[in-house]
């Protein structure tokens, strides 16, 4: 799978080359090879336990011909597809809970519109420079990152048990029934306004921001965490996605097959994840992060456009 | 007096709604790219164009194409783009119908705090689905 992603990014990114100089790309090829990244990205971000849409903009906006503007609406539109898929399910199991999310959900929001207007006022180059930067960084913090499975939380804040911020939940896993309350919120809050600038500027997914702020600042379980990130990215996402609709910055032919790609190929993503090794699949996605923020930055810089 | 493990009562309605809502904007979605992709909605852009076109910045695309911005598609709903969007838009405003419908639930239980982080949100939601924020290169 890893194989034909890069042979399939080779092509895409001598694809511009090919069509300046005269040669005969039709256009239709463009959304057939969209949607066989899309696929082979859709079973990576399972197996590599990402968001695709951590994995589309950078991806995407490096190897193909699309303007960035164009990648980063479809980008959260691809975001928001799975996090609204994903959460009914995840809400109904309490592995996602409304009250956590609600007042996290409503900063991001605010600050993802802001986000969306600063990223589309922004110049390109420097847009694209920033983003490499960001998906360096998330590499970064995905190779070295840690998470807690069950972090103890003494005593909850004030803000949180005002806001109802606890509860419980059956774990099928372990057979037992958690109970869970958090702490911090107010500095949560204050990561959650940062990482909705970040999802509306660069029309990235933040799962892979929200979940260590649940788990390792708030102390929420990690699935509970997994889950509530879903909730809040399919609130903070919708609120991003409107602005990019209202400029025009949505093109159906990227935004249809990419969203049925990657949902096919999470498809194929989740019956692959019992039979893969989790470890080797993250090495990969650090790796195509690292190529995909690198292109960026050079893009940006002018170095290789 | 053991732990109750199973979700409130408006998550339960959030989930449901949430559920139908998606499975109907996604449909949308792909039905409408369908009518586009297959030429039963005539394009606004020939496909054959977008080539040269889609590496520009969306203003310049926008400029060029007069392709519509804010709620414009609205008028153009019989051509391929704009009746995309409106399957797009329908996903789109999934999370302000159940947050409306949140709303609702959360006034009726008297949970007042929540009542008005729901509105404030459906104020923000509302504030982006208008075409009043604008922006550009």
């Given at each position: 799978?890893?194989?034909?992603?890069?042979?399939?990014?080779?092509?895409?990114?001598?694809?511009?080359?090919?069509?300046?100089?005269?040669?005969?790309?039709?256009?239709?090829?463009?959304p057939?090879?969209l949607f066989?990244v899309t696929f082979a990205l859709g079973v990576v971000a399972v197996?590599?336990?990402v968001g695709g849409g951590v994995l589309f903009v950078p991806i995407v906006g490096?190897?193909f011909?699309f303007?960035i503007?164009f990648v980063r609406g479809a980008g959260l539109l691809l975001a928001l597809s799975g996090a609204l898929s994903a959460?009914?399910?995840?809400?109904?199991?309490?592995?996602?809970?409304?009250?956590?999310?609600?007042?996290?959900?409503?900063?991001?929001?605010?600050?993802?519109?802001?986000?969306?207007?600063?990223?589309?006022?922004?110049?390109?180059?420097?847009?694209?420079?920033?983003?490499?930067?960001?998906?360096?960084?998330?590499?970064?913090?995905?190779?070295?990152?840690?998470?807690?499975?069950?972090?103890?939380?003494?005593?909850?804040?004030?803000?949180?048990?005002?806001?109802?911020?606890?509860?419980?939940?059956?774990?099928?896993?372990?057979?037992?029934?958690?109970?869970?309350?958090?702490?911090?919120?107010?500095?949560?809050?204050?990561?959650?306004?940062?990482?909705?600038?970040?999802a509306g500027?660069f029309g990235l997914g933040a799962g892979w921001?929200?979940?260590?702020?649940?788990?390792?600042?708030?102390?929420?379980?990690?699935?509970?965490?997994?889950?509530?990130?879903g909730?809040?990215l399919s609130?903070v996402d919708t609120?991003a996605a409107?602005?990019y609709i209202?400029?025009?910055a949505v093109l159906p032919m990227l935004v249809a097959p990419s969203i049925v790609g990657v949902m096919l190929g999470a498809?194929?993503g989740?019956?692959?994840?019992?039979?893969?090794?989790?470890?080797?699949?993250?090495?990969?996605?650090?790796?195509?992060?690292?190529?995909?923020?690198?292109?960026?930055?050079?893009?940006?810089?002018?170095?290789?456009? | 007096?053991?732990?109750?493990?199973?979700?409130?009562?408006?998550?339960?309605?959030?989930?449901?709604?949430?559920?139908?809502?998606t499975?109907?904007g996604l449909?949308?979605v792909v039905?409408?790219f369908?009518?586009?992709?297959?030429?039963?909605?005539?394009?606004?852009?020939?496909?054959?164009?977008?080539?040269?076109?889609?590496?520009?910045?969306?203003?310049?695309?926008?400029?060029?194409?007069?392709?519509?911005?804010?709620?414009?598609?609205?008028?153009?709903?019989?051509?391929?783009?704009?009746?995309c969007?409106?399957g797009i838009?329908?996903m789109s405003?999934?999370?302000?119908?159940?947050?409306?419908?949140?709303?609702?639930?959360?006034?009726?239980?008297?949970?007042?705090?929540?009542?008005?982080?729901?509105?404030?949100?459906?104020?923000?939601?509302?504030?982006?689905?208008?075409?009043?924020?604008?922006?550009?290169?």
């Amino acid at each position: 799978m890893t194989r034909v992603l890069i042979l399939i990014l080779g092509w895409c990114a001598a694809g511009p080359a090919v069509a300046a100089d005269g040669g005969a790309l039709a256009w239709w090829i463009w959304p057939i090879a969209l949607f066989a990244v899309t696929f082979a990205l859709g079973v990576v971000a399972v197996l590599g336990g990402v968001g695709g849409g951590v994995l589309f903009v950078p991806i995407v906006g490096g190897f193909f011909p699309f303007h960035i503007d164009f990648v980063r609406g479809a980008g959260l539109l691809l975001a928001l597809s799975g996090a609204l898929s994903a959460a009914p399910a995840l809400m109904r199991g309490g592995f996602a809970s409304l009250r956590l999310a609600m007042p996290l959900a409503l900063v991001g929001s605010v600050t993802s519109i802001i986000g969306a207007l600063v990223g589309l006022a922004l110049p390109t180059r420097v847009l694209e420079a920033a983003l490499g930067l960001t998906i360096l960084a998330i590499a970064a913090i995905m190779a070295t990152g840690s998470k807690s499975g069950g972090p103890e939380v003494a005593a909850p804040d004030a803000m949180s048990t005002a806001l109802g911020m606890h509860g419980a939940y059956h774990d099928p896993a372990t057979g037992r029934d958690v109970e869970w309350r958090v702490r911090r919120t107010p500095q949560a809050m204050v990561a959650f306004a940062g990482i909705g600038m970040l999802a509306g500027m660069f029309g990235l997914g933040a799962g892979w921001a929200n979940v260590p702020v649940l788990n390792l600042l708030m102390g929420a379980p990690l699935k509970l965490s997994v889950g509530t990130s879903g909730l809040v990215l399919s609130i903070v996402d919708t609120s991003a996605a409107w602005v990019y609709i209202n400029r025009g910055a949505v093109l159906p032919m990227l935004v249809a097959p990419s969203i049925v790609g990657v949902m096919l190929g999470a498809r194929i993503g989740v019956r692959l994840l019992r039979i893969t090794p989790a470890a080797h699949v993250r090495r990969i996605v650090v790796a195509v992060l690292l190529i995909s923020g690198g292109r960026a930055l050079l893009k940006g810089l002018g170095i290789w456009v | 007096m053991g732990l109750i493990v199973s979700p409130s009562a408006e998550q339960e309605v959030y989930a449901r709604w949430l559920d139908w809502g998606t499975r109907i904007g996604l449909a949308a979605v792909v039905a409408t790219f369908l009518a586009y992709a297959l030429g039963v909605a005539e394009p606004l852009v020939p496909p054959e164009r977008l080539p040269e076109l889609w590496s520009l910045p969306v203003e310049r695309y926008v400029a060029l194409t007069g392709a519509p911005t804010g709620w414009g598609w609205l008028g153009l709903i019989g051509k391929g783009e704009p009746l995309c969007l409106l399957g797009i838009a329908l996903m789109s405003s999934v999370t302000l119908v159940c947050y409306l419908r949140l709303v609702v639930a959360l006034v009726r239980s008297g949970s007042r705090l929540s009542a008005g982080i729901a509105i404030a949100q459906v104020v923000v939601l509302l504030a982006a689905t208008s075409s009043l924020l604008a922006g550009g290169h």
